[in-house]
């Protein structure tokens, strides 16, 4: 299996900071998607080697989208009730968006903020426990959706009664809600994800993907943009399928151990696209004894080269320590879920203050500083961050 090298993380670096791209359609699109993508249009990032396309200056950069609170209440400067509707609670991804939201209320002073959410990535649960808020009346709801489409109605109708409303981690439709803080482009994770997996298994491998769910916006974004990235630069990789794991981190334990019964040898890799997908899948490798043969615990039996099998992905740092630690993953890919929940609380003041409107190109977010605008109504938290065994033992969350 060959190794990842110091070379893929300075592409990262290189790739991540051209995120904003305009979104030209690749002549991939005419090929089928893999299961699990969605099917807007794509814009594959450069191959490795090539130099970054320049921005051209004559675009026009997309009108503000989003949609807006009808008749809101003038709280400038007034203490503020939110209510945060992530797609579960209970798992560290959440926990630590919910840390970051603390951290901003508390600096911001003047504004209280309370998570609250269903146990499980329950769409319908989801949008009952918004509609029980917008009942019982709040200021602004944050939230993380787990269906794009079923979740807009609900968000509407708080609009429509004046709650302002902005998404992070997981969008809605744009117009039902205000703004929405995007923690990375989807071309730029798509991108690194990509790269990792032919840096660890070649460009001829094969990979299958262990998903939440199929309506999950951003993971069926990443996969899209993973498929339009492969056909681009890696055209003879090959996609197996991909897997359901809904959020639950035993169900992607189990789903790839059936990959790895029904591959075998002939499956060279898994990718994890979700917080508890990956130290699931990565469980259910260390637990086969096939992770890669240099990083075999001492006293286990290394599979051979042709067995081994890559584990790549995102997670938190807390999820992935085990595997990090012993060696079966090498870094796990991901932005700050700790500054993606502080930028949220930030957007919302700034909202509800009339500081940030259609027309603003960006946002101060305290300690993050000046955040782009980008898309039309979403803001860009900033580039991903990749935990090793020299640094993910420095973070808590």
Same mark, same amino acid.
């Given at each position: 299996?060959?190794?990842?090298?110091?070379?893929?993380?300075?592409?990262?670096?290189?790739?991540?900071?051209?995120?904003?791209?305009?979104?030209?359609?690749?002549?991939?699109?005419?090929?089928?998607?893999?299961?699990?993508?969605?099917?807007?249009?794509?814009?594959?990032?450069?191959?490795?080697?090539?130099?970054?396309?320049?921005?051209?200056?004559?675009?026009?950069?997309?009108?503000?989208?989003?949609?807006?609170?009808?008749?809101?209440?003038?709280?400038?400067?007034?203490?503020?009730?939110?209510?945060?509707?992530?797609?579960?609670?209970?798992?560290?991804?959440?926990?630590?968006?919910?840390?970051?939201?603390?951290?901003?209320?508390?600096?911001?002073?003047?504004?209280?903020?309370?998570?609250?959410?269903?146990?499980?990535?329950?769409?319908?649960?989801?949008?009952?426990?918004?509609?029980?808020?917008?009942?019982?009346?709040?200021?602004?709801?944050?939230?993380?959706?787990?269906?794009?489409?079923?979740?807009? =109605?609900?968000?509407? %109708? /708080?609009?429509? +009664?004046?709650?302002?409303?902005?998404?992070? !981690? @997981?969008?809605?439709?744009?117009? #039902?809600?205000?703004?929405?803080?995007?923690?990375?482009?989807?071309?730029?994770?798509?991108?690194?994800?990509?790269?990792?997996?032919?840096?660890?298994?070649?460009?001829?491998?094969?990979?299958?993907?262990?998903?939440?769910?199929?309506?999950?916006?951003?993971?069926?974004?990443?996969?899209?943009?993973?498929?339009?990235?492969?056909?681009?630069?890696?055209?003879?990789?090959?996609?197996?399928?991909?897997?359901?794991?809904?959020?639950?981190?035993?169900?992607?334990?189990?789903?790839?151990?059936?990959?790895?019964?029904?591959?075998?040898?002939?499956?060279?890799?898994?990718?994890?696209?979700?917080?508890?997908?990956? =130290?699931?899948?990565? %469980? /259910?490798?260390? +637990?086969?004894?096939?992770?890669?043969?240099? !990083? @075999?615990?001492?006293?286990?039996? #290394?599979?051979?080269?042709?067995?081994?099998?890559?584990?790549?992905?995102?997670?938190?740092?807390?999820?992935?320590?085990?595997?990090?630690?012993?060696?079966?993953?090498?870094?796990?890919?991901?932005?700050?879920?700790?500054?993606?929940?502080?930028?949220?609380?930030?957007?919302?003041?700034?909202?509800?203050?009339?500081?940030?409107?259609?027309?603003?190109?960006?946002?101060?977010?305290?300690?993050?500083?000046?955040?782009?605008?980008?898309?039309?109504?979403?803001?860009?938290?900033?580039?991903?961050?990749?935990?090793?065994?020299?640094?993910?033992?420095?973070?808590?969350?």
């Amino acid at each position: 299996m060959l190794k990842r090298s110091v070379a893929f993380f300075v592409v990262l670096a290189l790739v991540l900071t051209g995120f904003a791209m305009s979104a030209t359609p690749t002549a991939a699109q005419d090929e089928e998607r893999w299961v699990g993508a969605d099917d807007l249009p794509t814009n594959a990032l450069e191959c490795p080697g090539e130099a970054p396309a320049t921005p051209d200056p004559n675009v026009e950069v997309p009108p503000y989208n989003g949609g807006q609170a009808t008749n809101p209440p003038d709280l400038k400067g007034q203490p503020i009730t939110l209510i945060d509707v992530p797609k579960l609670i209970g798992i560290g991804y959440f926990a630590a968006t919910t840390k970051g939201q603390a951290e901003a209320a508390e600096e911001l002073g003047n504004v209280t903020v309370t998570t609250d959410g269903p146990t499980e990535g329950d769409i319908v649960q989801q949008i009952e426990f918004i509609d029980r808020y917008v009942t019982q009346g709040v200021d602004g709801i944050l939230f993380a959706s787990n269906d794009p489409v079923a979740i807009s =109605p609900v968000l509407r %109708d /708080a609009l429509a +009664q004046g709650i302002h409303v902005i998404g992070y !981690d @997981a969008n809605s439709e744009p117009d #039902a809600r205000e703004w929405f803080i995007n923690q990375a482009e989807f071309n730029g994770i798509a991108k690194a994800m990509m790269d990792s997996v032919v840096s660890e298994i070649g460009p001829e491998g094969s990979f299958a993907i262990v998903t939440s769910s199929f309506t999950a916006p951003n993971q069926s974004r990443w996969v899209s943009e993973m498929w339009a990235y492969t056909q681009k630069c890696y055209p003879d990789l090959k996609f197996l399928e991909t897997v359901e794991s809904q959020e639950d981190q035993q169900l992607a334990f189990q789903q790839t151990q059936s990959l790895i019964n029904k591959y075998g040898a002939d499956m060279d890799a898994v990718l994890g696209l979700s917080s508890v997908a990956f =130290p699931g899948a990565a %469980d /259910a490798v260390q +637990q086969a004894s096939l992770c890669s043969p240099d !990083d @075999a615990e001492e006293g286990v039996a #290394a599979p051979s080269p042709e067995e081994a099998i890559a584990i790549v992905g995102i997670s938190t740092p807390n999820n992935m320590k085990p595997f990090v630690n012993n060696g079966c993953v090498e870094n796990v890919v991901l932005w700050n879920p700790v500054d993606l929940g502080y930028a949220a609380v930030y957007a919302m003041r700034a909202v509800v203050d009339g500081e940030l409107t259609p027309e603003s190109t960006s946002l101060m977010a305290g300690r993050l500083g000046e955040l782009k605008v980008v898309n039309g109504s979403e803001i860009l938290l900033g580039l991903p961050f990749v935990y090793t065994d020299q640094n993910i033992n420095d973070f808590d969350f």
